[in-house]
């Protein structure tokens, strides 16, 4: 599909991708990757083509593409300090927020090669790829905190990604977007909030249930472990139509309906700082080699970030489903947030409701889902009752959310209000105090962990 | 009118400026429908310092207040006359929640917190339903025939404030409820949070007034300038003699507020109902006496966005503004209130919140607001597209067709199944 050194095509300079195609490539992957877009720039690839050698060059070529084509590539560094931190034994809360920062541009790039390899695999397994892998920090977050057996932590950084969708990112793209654009209209299109919207009261509802099962059942004092049991197969069975409802909307998505979710973007493409390319910039091959490695070290990382968070928490003095529901998503949704700030900015309110919303989406109806089947999988009682006051912001959240986007214009009252939310449910969480206890597995004693309620039995 | 020649005595003067002041008095005090409540004040106090039963203090002080209430919102809207639109709004969405806000700060100032909440909840749980309830109710009986409509963009932003006070309320209830430690350990926590979700609440309405009156008055002042035609742009009194007044009702509003706060529990005993009852319904209702009867007057002349923008506007500023306020001064004093309102309470707040924001959706977006939506006039209407006819409603309903032409963006919204014959 592409040569394997485009960047000798023009000039020897090199003509920097990124520009979204419209050829029949789905409006989910343009708009999540759009938005990753506005992080990256030029490589200069000057100084690389001095180099003799062809191969060498190639390769470094390649390497400088991956690792310094954004402008989050400061924080890399990050990343070797904290293999190194875990490794002579510094302090944990440092390897924590080591991982913390070197995690920030670990999901930029892979968000970058997912788009890289679309190119080669056309719109269609493109689109599916970025549905899936759009999220992969927080997926690989929760599988490794499945592995501990924290389950709290699993269901709090979850729940914390979708809030943070809803809430920080729309919120604070319609207040920059509204105060940039005060004189004009701010319009979308809501039939794709509208589906997005559908899909998560779907997933609240699965939610609810067990939640409203479990507290009816203790009041009626039944036995706690048939209510445990009952509990947890209403969950797995929640999670299985949770994944079917997904994979319709992926059909709606990608398939049938693709020219809702494809907005009126053809006639400004030119004043981004991108050029017309279609060509991807690495090899396929280069491409998913690199994508193997980067999974490599977000696990790793992560790995690191679940271990060390609860000495985070007694050394900072923060509860620990603070940095699980505030912290935490604020990290990996850090490169979308921005890109959708930018987007409302510009008055693409269709482009930053498609990052917004599709994410909170995919989280709520496809990675918890995954995550309660994997660990019923590895054997580890996970159901979906998140406790009261999570699942009572969560509802909040999305009805205030859906109010906000169902007139289909903007101003920037809805981002203050959506933001405020954001800090109200965050002081919430703030003010819970964790026990000083680092060798237990729960995190909140005051409140019933969802392990212990089932294993106190 | 008091230029006389020199030639006449100085009596002449004086009467002349006597008749201005009873001029001044007359229109002040005598103008008002509800004059014949006036002599409850007097007895009100005669009972309080005759020690009469409590039962009958409260009683009279309760019925005193009504008039005042009335009388505030009279001088508040003459001071806007001299003020400017801007800060007269301002002044007018401030002094119309004056009566609650006195109640509440005796109750602050007597630790009867939970009279407190009650009032301020029931205030906004009565604007929502009762005063919205009535003004629609009686403006879609008396304008049956016609469409009535109303700007969706200001109740947006009102529910949406609503919106974010109930998640303020919501998140210590489910705090309290959730935590398997005695209450008595949570307090702080709660406390904490009530007042961090103060401060958020207090930010809110400060960007919502910001909005309102600065960036997008468009939005808010549509129906305004329709509103005055039948009044004159000069005001009835003087800017210094409305400010003497107010601060003179002002001060009989809190001494029959004191009254009111002070014997609540004896009224209840005696009278047989709760003081909760008493806090959430009796209490609103006569605070609000005056904006109720304006919102309805307003719904008969199908001016629904001014109903909507009392009715909505008084909620939003008592849970954005008055609560927070409390909780603030609270704070001050060294008293510990929290937002959890209880269950019961709390529950009944959401569901007000969400049924008026559902309710004026439909409305919103069918642009209807009649009981009759089957109204057959209306489909004839639709078949004749130039205005013809001497019949009410086909020439009502040409003037909704060239509303509708007007406004293409809202009649692709809609998604009520008449909008379609319009198109």
Not at chain 1, 157 to 163: E, H, K, P, Q, Y
Not at chain 2, 39 to 50: G, K, L, Q, R
């Amino acid at each position: 599909m592409a040569s394997t050194e485009p960047w000798l095509q023009e000039n020897g300079s090199v003509k920097r991708l990124t520009k979204e195609s419209r050829h029949g490539h789905g409006h989910s992957r343009t708009a999540h990757n759009k938005s990753s877009s506005s992080l990256r720039r030029k490589s200069d690839m000057t100084l690389v083509s001095k180099v003799p050698c062809s191969t060498v060059r190639n390769f470094l070529a390649n390497l400088q593409e991956v690792i310094l084509g954004t402008k989050l590539s400061v924080l890399f560094v990050a990343i070797p300090f904290a293999i190194a931190a875990q490794y002579f034994g510094f302090a944990r809360p440092w390897v924590f927020s080591l991982s913390l920062l070197g995690l920030i541009p670990l999901a930029e790039r892979v968000s970058f090669l997912t788009e890289q390899i679309a190119f080669y695999t056309g719109p269609t397994v493109g689109g599916l790829l970025n549905a899936s892998c759009g999220n992969a920090t927080e997926l690989i977050i929760a599988i490794f905190a499945l592995k501990e057996k924290k389950v709290d932590v699993v269901k709090y950084s979850l729940l914390g990604s979708i809030l943070s969708n809803l809430l920080l990112v729309l919120g604070t793209s319609l207040l920059c977007g509204g105060i940039a654009n005060l004189s004009t209209e701010q319009k979308f299109d809501r039939k794709q909030a509208d589906v997005n919207i559908a899909l998560l009261l779907l997933g609240l509802l699965c939610h609810l249930l067990p939640l409203m099962y479990r507290t009816a059942a203790e009041s009626t004092t039944a036995d706690a472990l048939s209510t445990a049991k009952a509990t947890l197969n209403l969950s797995r069975a929640s999670c299985i139509v949770m994944l079917i409802a997904y994979s319709a909307y992926l059909v709606f998505q990608l398939w049938t309906h693709r020219h809702i979710f494809e907005g009126p973007e053809e006639e400004d493409e030119d004043d981004m700082d991108v050029s017309n390319e279609e060509t991807p910039v690495i090899g396929f091959w280069s491409g998913m080699i690199w994508l193997i490695g980067m999974t490599a070290v977000i696990s790793l990382l992560s790995e690191y970030l679940v271990d060390t968070i609860e000495e985070a928490s007694t050394s900072w003095g923060i509860s620990v489903s603070f940095i699980s529901i505030i912290v935490l998503p604020i990290v990996g949704n850090a490169a979308e947030h921005a890109g959708a700030i930018i987007f409302a900015f510009k008055n693409k309110l269709d482009i930053t409701l498609g990052v917004a919303l599709g994410s909170a989406t995919q989280i709520s109806v496809f990675v918890v889902p995954l995550s309660v089947i994997v660990a019923w999988i590895i054997g580890i009682k996970m159901d979906l009752d998140f406790n009261l006051l999570e699942t009572g912001s969560l509802a909040l959240t999305i009805i205030a959310t859906a109010f906000t986007l169902q007139d289909g214009t903007s101003h920037y009252l809805k981002g203050v209000v959506l933001l405020l939310c954001y800090f109200v449910i965050g002081a919430s969480f703030f003010v819970q105090i964790s026990p000083t206890d680092p060798g237990t597995n729960s995190m909140n004693m005051r409140f019933k962990s969802s392990e212990q309620r089932i294993f106190r039995v | 009118m008091c230029i006389q020649p020199l030639l006449h005595s100085r009596s002449d003067t004086d009467r002349c400026r006597f008749r201005m002041f009873a001029a001044n008095v007359g229109k002040v005090v005598f103008e008002t429908r509800l004059l014949v409540l006036y002599p409850a004040i007097p007895m009100a106090f005669i009972a309080h310092y005759y020690r009469f039963n409590r039962p009958w203090i409260f009683g009279l002080s309760l019925i005193g207040l009504t008039p005042l209430a009335e009388r505030l919102s009279f001088l508040t809207e003459q001071i806007a006359y001299f003020t400017g639109p801007t800060v007269g709004g301002l002044v007018n969405a401030t002094c119309g929640n004056a009566t609650e806000l006195i109640i509440a700060m005796f109750a602050l100032h007597k630790r009867k917190i939970h009279v407190l909440k009650y009032s301020l909840l029931g205030s906004i749980i009565t604007n929502l339903l009762l005063v919205l309830g009535s003004s629609l109710l009686c403006g879609g009986i008396a304008n049956r025939n016609k469409q009535q409509k109303f700007d969706h963009m200001q109740v947006d932003a009102n529910t949406l404030l609503l919106l974010l006070g109930l998640l303020c309320h919501i998140a210590p209830l489910l705090f309290n409820l959730t935590s398997i430690d005695p209450p008595k350990l949570d307090r702080t926590s709660v406390l904490q949070l009530s007042r961090a979700s103060s401060i958020v609440m207090l930010l809110a309405y400060v960007a919502y007034l910001f909005f309102q009156l600065k960036t997008h008055t468009q939005l808010f002042e549509s129906q305004e300038d329709q509103h005055d035609d039948n009044d004159k742009e000069t005001a009835s009194i003087g800017f210094w003699s409305a400010l003497i007044w107010l601060c003179l009702m002002t001060i009989i509003i809190s001494v029959l507020s004191e009254y009111v706060v002070g014997t609540i529990e004896d009224a209840s005993e005696t009278w047989g109902i709760s003081v909760s009852f008493i806090s959430i319904i009796l209490l609103p209702i006569v605070g609000n006496a005056a904006e109720h009867a304006g919102s309805v007057i307003f719904a008969f002349k199908n001016k629904l966005d001014i109903s909507l923008g009392v009715a909505m506007g008084s909620a939003s500023q008592i849970l954005m503004f008055v609560v927070p306020l409390c909780v603030t001064m609270a704070w001050i004093m060294g008293i510990n209130m929290s937002l959890d309102f209880g269950l019961l309470e709390t529950g009944c707040l959401a569901f007000s919140i969400f049924l008026t924001a559902f309710t004026l959706q439909l409305l919103g977006h069918a642009s209807l607001s009649n009981m009759f939506p089957l109204d057959p006039s209306k489909f004839e209407a639709a078949a004749a597209p130039v205005p013809v006819g001497a019949s009410s409603s086909g020439a009502t309903a040409s003037a909704e067709m060239e509303q509708k032409k007007e406004d293409p963006e809202e009649s692709s919204e809609d998604e009520g199944g008449l909008m379609g014959l319009f198109d």
